[in-house]
Each structure stands twice: as structure tokens, then as C-alpha cells.
């Protein structure tokens, strides 16, 4: 996820992350479909289990051939491309001078950053909302709905086909709206990020509230992945909005915190629903509810779509009363010089 980030940071504009961060990582949901369909072929009138890994390391090797020919770091290396786009990349893509490739992490701002605790909170929710529907709904699906085994494998899959069709609708609608004007940055991932945390939270609980209609619990389950596509067009790609520099650190951070979400969804649920009862269950999906509404709430609320000034403090400079020393150290023939928090340029202080 870091090393797609960076990626993505040094080759798509802003107003057109929404749609191409869909389509990048909107391929974890044809993993999900494709995997599971693929095994079940190669698994067929009793062939080998060791198939399935011929076949997905072979997958694996081919990607790699494709990935190492076709695929440069930035624009300014890659030999083929023309100048008209080389041109328009370089215009509308932001990122710091090359000097600040060898600049440390910026630890200190980044842990004293209200955006990024907001987009960590976020990730929590969402990865607590997906696990949930990842990790639980074939139990339910048995345990409560009592759909056979065939049926839910198959059942299954929807949601995520869902998700995925849906995450390319939020990508462009979220794009257009952005070039056209009718709203910023910051505003379309907050759109979105709401989308796809209330959206999947009402849906859950409506799903536990149509008690034994198990169509009408399904097609809310599926409706609840398809909403949560606007994940991806929201508070997914905005680490590239915040530090385009360091997308791949923040992405860490963002991505290593929230997975212990993922980590508490599957055993806190198999403690609420000890003897798998609809009521149980539905004490188990409020907690989802509760998680999710409270996590946007707090996105809501300090979520940014800009730069952040300690992306670029060549550019941006300190902030007022900023007294935790520098994060940058400028170099001249004579050796390392550290940045005088006191010295000024023009109205920013260094």
C-alpha cells in the first residue's frame, strides 16, 4: 500500500485522484471475486490443491514481468512518454523540490497533525466496518439466515462486486465535481467518507432488523459494501492530498493503525455472539454502528485536503509558535547547516 501511494503521488493530479485511486485499489475486490471463483475452477472433480498455488504464482510472476518493463517512479524517467503529458504532469502534480527526498520523516508534525489523526480515525472505522462484513457475514449467513454452505460462498461474493462497481461511480462523480468547481478537496472526501461509513452502518442495522427475511438481510448487506465503495474516493487517497512527499510514511502510519481493527472486529464479535442468535448478532452489528458513526464524526470534524505545511517546509515554512525544533537540514559545501527556527522569509518563519 505505501509503495502504490507513492506511486500514485508522483503521477496523478489531484483532481483525478478520486477515480484512479477507485481503480488501483478497487483491485482488491477483483482479487477477492476473481481468487475465490479461480480456486473453485482449479479445485474442480477432485484436482490437486497445488493448482491453485501454481496458478497464483504463476499470476504472480507475470505481474512482476509487466509491472518491472512498464512501470517508472516518475514521469521525468519514463523513456516513452510524450511530452504533452510529461508537460501536464508536471504542471499539475505536486510534489517537493528532489532536495527533499533526503529529508528525515517529518515525526514530530506529522504526530501533531489534526488531518492525519482524523484520517487514522477514519481508517479505524472503515477497516472495523470492513472486517466485519469480510470476516462475519459468511457466519451470519449460516448461522442466522441458514443459508447452506454453496449458497453463501456464492452469496458472498456480491458484496464485494458491489463495492468494487460502485467505487469507480464515487471515483468520477467525486473528480467531476472537483474540476467543475461545485466543491473542494476537502469537501469531496468528506462527502465520500460519510458515504461510506453511515452508509454501511444503516444498512447493517436494517439487515439485523429484517429478522428472518433473508433476502431483504442480504440485499442490505450488499447494499452497505456497495456505499462503502466511497472509500476509496474519500479518506483512501487522502494521504496523497495531505503529504504527497511522504504518502508511503503516512500511509504506513494510517494503514499499520487501523488494522488492529481488523484485528478486534472478529474476536469482539465472537465474544457478542457466543450462541449466534439474531439478538446477539444485532448487539455485535450497533457496536459496528457506534464505530463507524463516531470515527466519521471525528473525520468530520479536522479532516483537511491540502498540503500540509510540513510536507514541503521549504515551501510552506513554519507555523506560528512552532517550538519543536527543525525538520529539515539544509547542506552546502561545507557541510550540514540547521535551519534557524528565527530567521524569517517573507512571512513565514524558519
Given at each position: 500500500?505505501?509503495?502504490l501511494?507513492?506511486?500514485?503521488?508522483?503521477?496523478?493530479?489531484?483532481?483525478?485522484?478520486?477515480?484512479?485511486?477507485?481503480?488501483?485499489?478497487?483491485?482488491?475486490?477483483i482479487?477477492?471475486?476473481?481468487?475465490?471463483?479461480?480456486?473453485?475452477?482449479?479445485?474442480?472433480?477432485?484436482?490437486d490443491?497445488?493448482?491453485?498455488?501454481y496458478?497464483?504464482?504463476?499470476f504472480?510472476?507475470?505481474?512482476?514481468?509487466?509491472?518491472?518493463?512498464?512501470?517508472?517512479?516518475?514521469?521525468?524517467?519514463?523513456?516513452?512518454?510524450?511530452?504533452r503529458?510529461?508537460?501536464?504532469?508536471?504542471?499539475?502534480?505536486?510534489?517537493?523540490?528532489?532536495?527533499?527526498?533526503?529529508?528525515?520523516?517529518?515525526?514530530?508534525?506529522?504526530?501533531?497533525s489534526?488531518?492525519?489523526?482524523?484520517?487514522?480515525?477514519?481508517?479505524?472505522?472503515?477497516?472495523?466496518?470492513?472486517?466485519?462484513m469480510?470476516?462475519?457475514?459468511?457466519k451470519?449467513?449460516?448461522?442466522?439466515?441458514?443459508y447452506?454452505?454453496?449458497?453463501?460462498?456464492?452469496?458472498?461474493?456480491?458484496?464485494?462486486?458491489?463495492?468494487?462497481?460502485?467505487?469507480?461511480?464515487?471515483g468520477?462523480?467525486?473528480?467531476?465535481?472537483?474540476?467543475?468547481?461545485?466543491?473542494?478537496?476537502?469537501t469531496?472526501?468528506?462527502?465520500?467518507?460519510?458515504?461510506?461509513?453511515?452508509?454501511?452502518?444503516?444498512?447493517?442495522?436494517?439487515?439485523?432488523?429484517?429478522g428472518?427475511?433473508?433476502?431483504?438481510?442480504?440485499?442490505?448487506?450488499?447494499?452497505?459494501?456497495?456505499?462503502?465503495?466511497?472509500?476509496?474516493?474519500?479518506?483512501?487517497?487522502?494521504?496523497?492530498?495531505?503529504?504527497?512527499?511522504?504518502a508511503?510514511?503516512?500511509?504506513?502510519?494510517?494503514?499499520t493503525?487501523?488494522?488492529?481493527?481488523?484485528?478486534?472486529?472478529?474476536?469482539?464479535?465472537?465474544?457478542?455472539?457466543?450462541?449466534?442468535?439474531l439478538?446477539?448478532?444485532?448487539?455485535?452489528?450497533?457496536?459496528?454502528?457506534?464505530?463507524?458513526?463516531?470515527?466519521?464524526?471525528?473525520?468530520?470534524?479536522?479532516?483537511?485536503?491540502e498540503?500540509?505545511?510540513?510536507?514541503?517546509?521549504?515551501?510552506?515554512?513554519?507555523?506560528?509558535?512552532?517550538?519543536?525544533?527543525?525538520?529539515?537540514?539544509?547542506?552546502?559545501?561545507?557541510?550540514?547547516?540547521?535551519?534557524?527556527?528565527?530567521?524569517?522569509?517573507?512571512?513565514?518563519?524558519?
Amino acid at each position: 500500500m505505501p509503495a502504490l501511494m507513492i506511486m500514485l503521488a508522483r503521477w496523478v493530479p489531484p483532481h483525478e485522484r478520486s477515480f484512479q485511486g477507485a481503480l488501483v485499489f478497487g483491485g482488491a475486490q477483483i482479487g477477492n471475486i476473481f481468487g475465490s471463483f479461480m480456486s473453485g475452477f482449479l479445485l474442480a472433480d477432485g484436482r490437486d490443491w497445488a493448482y491453485v498455488f501454481y496458478f497464483f504464482g504463476g499470476f504472480g510472476l507475470i505481474w512482476f514481468t509487466l509491472w518491472s518493463l512498464l512501470c517508472y517512479s516518475t514521469p521525468n524517467t519514463h523513456p516513452f512518454i510524450t511530452k504533452r503529458e510529461l508537460n501536464y504532469l508536471n504542471a499539475n502534480v505536486t510534489t517537493a523540490e528532489n532536495k527533499a527526498a533526503k529529508d528525515p520523516v517529518p515525526w514530530k508534525a506529522i504526530l501533531r497533525s489534526w488531518p492525519v489523526w482524523a484520517l487514522v480515525c477514519a481508517a479505524v472505522g472503515h477497516d472495523w466496518g470492513y472486517y466485519t462484513m469480510v470476516t462475519d457475514l459468511p457466519k451470519y449467513s449460516h448461522d442466522v439466515l441458514k443459508y447452506d454452505i454453496k449458497t453463501t460462498g456464492s452469496l458472498t461474493a456480491l458484496p464485494y462486486a458491489a463495492m468494487w462497481i460502485s467505487s469507480f461511480i464515487f471515483g468520477f462523480v467525486c473528480d467531476v465535481c472537483i474540476k467543475k468547481g461545485w466543491h473542494t478537496i476537502k469537501t469531496g472526501r468528506i462527502i465520500h467518507t460519510t458515504i461510506a461509513a453511515t452508509g454501511p452502518a444503516i444498512c447493517i442495522i436494517l439487515a439485523s432488523y429484517a429478522g428472518c427475511d433473508r433476502n431483504a438481510a442480504m440485499a442490505y448487506f450488499v447494499l452497505s459494501m456497495a456505499l462503502m465503495g466511497g472509500f476509496y474516493s474519500g479518506m483512501k487517497v487522502n494521504a496523497l492530498d495531505l503529504a504527497p512527499n511522504y504518502a508511503g510514511t503516512l500511509t504506513s502510519l494510517v494503514n499499520t493503525t487501523s488494522t488492529f481493527a481488523g484485528i478486534a472486529t472478529p474476536f469482539l464479535t465472537g465474544l457478542l455472539t457466543p450462541h449466534s442468535t439474531l439478538s446477539e448478532w444485532r448487539v455485535a452489528f450497533w457496536v459496528c454502528f457506534a464505530v463507524l458513526v463516531s470515527t466519521n464524526v471525528v473525520y468530520c470534524i479536522w479532516a483537511d485536503g491540502e498540503q500540509q505545511w510540513w510536507d514541503d517546509v521549504r515551501q510552506y515554512g513554519y507555523p506560528p509558535g512552532w517550538k519543536h525544533g527543525p525538520l529539515i537540514v539544509e547542506t552546502n559545501p561545507e557541510g550540514p547547516v540547521t535551519v534557524n527556527l528565527n530567521d524569517k522569509k517573507g512571512d513565514d518563519a524558519y
